[in-house]
């Protein structure tokens, strides 16, 4: 009997497993904080990487650059959308961030700039979605000096 009871129980949960492993997408997307990126050589001493992600310490902009290979899909299966939390504290500069998309050979296919709209309090969310397919997605943020009275401006997370 106790056979029997095992032998019933490993087909339903067999069975159970079968319609989410049909179901999963192709791509899933990754939440990544902004301290996952790097600087820039010329601005090696200007970026914090830190709880607050990516942030600009220095009285001078600065770069940071991020980058993640996304496994292909088919089209119309995955469209992956990129998705960033910026915070802009300077009154006259804006966190600007400028993404390539690349086909597994290296060629450009998909390019997007997200900007923010000037000095805000909380958070801001810009996103778009990207090309088809995968390949490699190269991000790279200039992210404005910091302004004494606002304080710093960051990337604070990214998703593609």
Request: net charge neutral; charged share 10%.
């Amino acid at each position: 009997m106790r056979k029997r009871i095992l032998g019933v129980s490993l087909v339903v949960l067999a069975a159970s497993l079968v319609p989410v492993i049909e179901t999963a997408p192709a791509h899933a997307a990754t939440d990544q904080g902004g301290a996952a990126c790097n600087a820039m050589m010329e601005s090696q001493q200007a970026i914090a990487f830190d709880a607050f992600g990516a942030r600009n310490i220095s009285a001078a902009p600065a770069s940071a650059i991020c980058s993640k290979h996304i496994d292909n899909c088919c089209v119309g299966c995955c469209a992956p959308t990129i998705r960033l939390n910026l915070y802009d504290r300077h009154p006259n500069q804006d966190v600007s961030c400028t993404f390539w998309q690349q086909e597994e050979s290296g060629n450009p296919f998909f390019t997007a700039t997200l900007t923010t709209s000037g000095f805000q309090t909380p958070v801001m969310v810009r996103s778009r979605p990207m090309a088809f397919g995968g390949g490699h997605v190269t991000m790279h943020c200039s992210i404005p000096a910091f302004h004494t009275q606002n304080g710093f401006s960051h990337l604070a997370h990214y998703t593609w």
